[in-house]
């Protein structure tokens, strides 16, 4: 029932900057939370970040903690990952995922969320 298109992965240096997007399909976009999840090489996916429904209310992994920022514009149906003083370990695999109502409250677990992009590749040489 939703769609999630990715976009905006590449290739930067360490201390670069990307910001990824991630368009919605669907007309309930705005009563959807949405999140951001990783998988790199060799691991499993693991949570990045998570928006609510109307912006207010994120958190996000420690390790991104203060460098990257999530946020959404509802009016186009798209969630943003700004993603600052990117690290070589962050080189992953991203997806964006989508829940149908609020944050849940393992909001870190991947198996809560219900629909997932075809994820963009990020890439951070050193």
């Known amino acids: 029932q939703v769609q999630l298109v990715e976009s905006g992965g590449g290739l930067v240096q360490a201390g670069g900057s990307l910001r990824l997007a991630c368009v919605a399909s669907g007309r309930t976009f705005s009563n959807y939370a949405m999140g951001w999840l990783r998988q790199a090489p060799g691991k499993e996916r693991e949570f990045v970040a998570v928006?609510?429904?109307?912006?207010?209310?994120?958190y996000y992994a420690y390790s991104v903690k203060g460098r990257f920022t999530i946020s959404r514009d509802n009016a186009k149906n798209t969630v943003y990952l700004q993603m600052n003083s990117q690290k070589p370990e962050d080189t992953a695999v991203y997806y964006c995922?989508?829940?149908?109502?609020?944050?849940?409250?393992?909001?870190?677990?991947?198996?809560?969320?219900?629909?997932w992009g075809q994820g963009t590749q990020d890439t951070v040489s050193s």
């Open positions: 928006i609510g429904w109307s912006g207010d209310s994120t």
């Open positions: 995922a989508t829940v149908l109502g609020a944050i849940p409250y393992f909001y870190d677990r991947s198996n809560e969320y219900d629909y």
